[in-house]
């Protein structure tokens, strides 16, 4: 029904950046909120920034400052721009969305998971 394809990931040295793209396809209406949550291994899933559809973008208290989320709503695409990278931002980072279908069904859907490390 939806599809979220994420993108960006990789190794990158401490203080570095990275980019992180999703695109959710599929048989979509509307977008209600996007977001990215990440987990550490041997860690649970933690929220690290969420753009509604309205409203403020919301942070990770551990990431404010240093990431930052957007979205371009013709695409379909929410972005995380990671600077001032920290060993501890290490971990699978998933996108999430909150998508109402054309049958006006309105379903929570995750992406596969792209893998960041930050290490020197």
């Known amino acids: 029904q939806v599809q979220l394809v994420e993108s960006g990931g990789g190794l990158v040295q401490p203080g570095g950046s990275l980019r992180l793209s999703c695109t959710a396809s599929?048989?979509?209406?509307?977008?209600?909120?996007m977001g990215w949550y990440r987990q550490a291994p041997g860690k649970g899933r933690e929220l690290v920034a969420v753009f509604p559809s309205a409203g403020s973008t919301n942070y990770a208290d551990s990431v404010k400052g240093r990431f930052t989320i957007s979205r371009d709503n013709t695409k379909n695409t929410a972005y995380l721009q990671m600077n001032s990278l920290k060993p501890d931002d290490s971990a699978v980072y998933y996108c999430?969305?909150?998508?109402?279908?054309?049958?006006?069904?309105?379903?929570?859907?995750w992406g596969q998971g792209t893998q960041v490390t930050v290490s020197s």
């Open positions: 999430n969305a909150n998508v109402r279908l054309r049958s006006m069904e309105q379903v929570n859907a």
């Open positions: 599929g048989r979509i209406f509307a977008i209600n909120s």
